[in-house]
């Protein structure tokens, strides 16, 4: 009878029957009568005014039933401007004005009967621009560079110790410049969105990381009550940070179907992703280290050149986990960010540790390289209990284990330390480390849970599934909270109207939703026990709360194991019993620094003569606290492992430098690995129990996954090649 805790195991999605019978339903195939389609039409210039869009043409094409441009679209409060708040908000393009700031900037909205006579029409705009002089090269805007007033995730420069005291007492030094190039995150699901007014109130389906962020960001923008903005968001595919603000077309589409007094869908195309909906920022990263003989950094500098659009500053905040990650007294990080005629960059797939620990995981590797040690007891001489710039100490810091276990399964010790010294057949043969970390963050966030007659319950927070196992491992937090069996309990996301939880991002859905939801089921769980208390006609009657307790779905007494009694007898008889809480982190976030760890282990072969990089084997080792689903979690970190090979061979979004636009904006042109290009990927979780972070010890897996991946391969390619790339992606042309 005695079920035992599901939290932990690896039980099967439970969306995963939906999904796989096509019945999960993604917000551009919600269907409302009398619905309509709306085409986003693009600048073609990367700066200017726009003179004239003559729309007649357009009007007169079939079906086509309004066009909106900056000479008709109803006017905002603010210019438009008024919802920025990041990280949910970004300064938009709302045909509120002549300018045009980047290639891909929306400047029209067409609305039709099909979606084929919404593109008629837009084929049949004709718009006059004056060109002006576009920034786009990186290299010549550098001498603007300046410091951003903040970093999404700190501050923007920090200082510790003597920098220059700390380079002159190494006995080795690095310093090296290391690029990452532009990119754009590209979910299967495409951005989309649905809006139906009634009235004043508006109804959004839209693909987002954040419903509650949708609902305040629109209300702004319209000038509206929040609470007249209901948002709908059952499923996503796939995030990865691009869905995690609200952008242009959300509005717009809202915009349109206020226009023309119908549902408006608007689904942007692949190559509308390249642009309006940001992207990685292309990353220039300076790294001095220092060290003594025995490997101790005696001095690390890293300063980040990064760039940002003409509209706002959003910052690639890379330098983020030189700050905490190792050991040394001498320190200086810096953020600096110059503009360009291009959309605002955002948040994408770990932004700041992706490509910053590509950059410091290679300098390491360099440095070993020059201190003739081994790169693993590099980082192990570095190891630090506490946080060097917080001086605080870790929650908890597996990273020897993950050095050790991962280490130990990848059969580190067989590596020669020698460049090109391994070979397999005709290939060279490279192993390579890099150490993985991203913060383990968590917001305020709330959460209801009802106990149903049915002796079912129903638990809901109003967060999301970006398709990575929110609904399953929220199910069974709620279903260990109770002690009910996991199949009666149901869990419901994605809608604003539910108890509002953070954005899905920053790795922090579990560990933020996970305490509202065992909460919320604790105090379901107690007013369930109050009720067979109170209830003369229960066994239960009179009997002390700590005697009682639920197990999977029957109401039992410790004292006497006869006496039982199943949930749904006693909420028959007592009525639906619901409880709603509000959880917030607490001080433990300013005594302890808090973050999730992970070594990566890659093997690469490299054809000596056509410069070919395969990667048959990773081995990644995470301490990343409890882990809530054991399959789910593997599928998670494994996913992030095939992002940071995708990061380190595939991809780049291509500028052309003379337009602005993006050469590759496709799935055919925008290389991302396919199964033929992933090797074989383990994944371990080295246990850990970190009692500060959460009641359920829970850190967060979204992103940790791609963080030190391409450092790994870079320094494996080094290893197999005595090539040391350090622009990525690490292409064939760039071995030859
Ligand atoms: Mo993630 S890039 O913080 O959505």
């Avoid at 929650?395 to 276990?405: F, G, M, Q």
């Avoid at 290939?427 to 106990?451: C, D, E, F, I």
């Avoid at 089921?521 to 009997?543: E, N, T, V």
Wanted: aromatic share 6%; charged share 20%; glycine share 10%.
């Amino acid at each position: 009878m005695n079920q035992g805790p599901v939290v932990g195991l690896p039980i099967d999605r439970v969306d995963g029957r939906l999904k796989v019978c096509g019945a999960a339903r993604y917000a551009a195939e919600f269907t409302l009568p009398r619905m309509v389609h709306a085409v986003m039409v693009q600048s073609t210039m990367p700066k200017g005014r726009i003179v004239a869009i003559d729309t007649a043409a357009a009007e007169r094409t079939p079906g086509v039933l309004a066009v909106l441009t900056h000479r008709n679209a109803p006017r905002l409060p603010a210019h438009g401007r008024a919802a920025v708040q990041p990280p949910a908000g970004r300064v938009l393009s709302l045909l509120q004005d002549d300018r045009i700031d980047y290639h891909g900037q929306p400047i029209a909205v067409v609305v039709a009967d099909s979606l084929e006579h919404a593109q008629d029409g837009a084929r049949a705009l004709k718009v006059r621009a004056t060109p002006e002089r576009a920034a786009l090269d990186f290299e010549a805007a550098k001498p603007g560079a300046y410091p951003p007033a903040q970093v999404t995730r700190g501050t923007t420069d920090t200082q510790r110790g003597d920098l220059e005291a700390g380079l002159r007492t190494g006995a080795v030094r690095v310093s090296a410049v290391y690029g990452t190039p532009m990119e754009h995150h590209n979910p299967m699901e495409p951005h989309a969105t649905i809006a139906a007014w009634e009235g004043g109130r508006l109804t959004l389906y839209d693909s987002t990381q954040y419903v509650s962020g949708v609902k305040r960001t629109v209300a702004r923008t319209l000038g509206m009550d929040p609470e007249q903005v209901h948002v709908v968001c059952p499923f996503v595919g796939g995030g990865f940070g691009c869905k995690g603000s609200t952008w242009s077309h959300v509005v717009l589409a809202a915009m349109a179907a206020r226009v023309v007094g119908r549902p408006v869908k608007l689904v942007l195309a692949r190559p509308q992703m390249f642009g309006p909906v940001g992207g990685r920022p292309r990353t220039e990263q300076t790294l001095r280290l220092a060290a003594a003989r025995d490997g101790r950094l005696t001095a690390m500098e890293h300063a980040v050149m990064t760039h940002t659009s003409f509209l706002e500053d959003w910052t690639e905040p890379s330098a983020m986990q030189t700050r905490m990650l190792y050991a040394c007294p001498n320190q200086r990080t810096a953020h600096r960010l110059v503009k360009l005629n291009l959309g605002t960059p955002t948040f994408q797939r770990a932004p700041g540790e992706a490509t910053g620990t590509f950059a410091l995981e290679c300098a390491m590797d360099e440095l070993a390289h020059e201190a003739g040690m081994d790169p693993l007891a590099l980082r192990i001489a570095n190891e630090t209990a506490e946080d060097p710039d917080k001086r605080r100490p870790f929650s908890s810091r597996s990273l020897l284990a993950c050095y050790r276990a991962g280490a130990e399964r990848f059969g580190w010790a067989r590596r020669n330390p020698a460049p090109r010294s391994m070979r397999d057949g005709r290939w060279l043969v490279g192993l390579g480390l890099g150490t993985a970390t991203y913060p383990a963050n968590r917001s305020g966030a709330s959460a209801r849970v009802q106990l149903l007659p049915d002796g079912t319950a129903l638990a809901q927070s109003g967060t999301q599934d970006l398709g990575t196992g929110t609904y399953t491992v929220m199910t069974q937090v709620a279903a260990d909270a109770l002690g009910y069996p996991v199949h009666r309990v149901r869990f419901e996301l994605g809608d604003s109207r539910l108890p509002p939880a953070p954005v899905s991002g920053g790795s922090q859905s579990a560990a933020s939703v996970a305490p509202a939801v065992r909460e919320a089921a604790l105090a379901a769980r107690a007013k369930l026990i109050d009720a067979g208390r109170a209830d003369p006609r229960s066994p239960f009657h009179g009997a002390s709360k700590d005697e009682m307790w639920i197990d999977n779905g029957w109401l039992r007494s410790r004292r006497d194991p006869t006496v039982q009694e199943p949930v749904a007898a006693v909420i028959a008889r007592s009525g639906p019993l619901e409880a709603v809480v509000s959880t917030q982190p607490g001080a433990e976030r300013e005594r302890t620094s808090l973050h999730a760890f992970g070594a990566v282990f890659s093997e690469v072969h490299v054809d000596p003569e056509l410069g070919i990089i395969r990667v048959p084997r990773v081995v990644g080792a995470y301490g990343v606290g409890r882990i809530l689903n054991a399959k789910t979690a593997h599928s998670q970190l494994m996913g992030g492992i095939v992002w940071g090979l995708s990061m380190a061979l595939f991809e780049e979004s291509l500028l052309d430098p003379a337009t602005g636009r993006f050469v590759n904006a496709n799935l055919a042109e925008y290389h991302v690995p396919v199964n033929a290009d992933v090797g074989e990927i383990e994944v371990m979780f080295v246990p850990e129990d970190d009692p500060f972070i959460n009641a359920l010890g829970v850190k967060g897996i979204g992103e940790i996954g791609i963080t030190g991946v391409a450092g790994s391969i870079a320094n494996a390619v080094h290893h197999a090649t005595g090539r040391r790339v350090r622009e990525l992606p690490i292409t064939l042309d760039k071995l030859l």
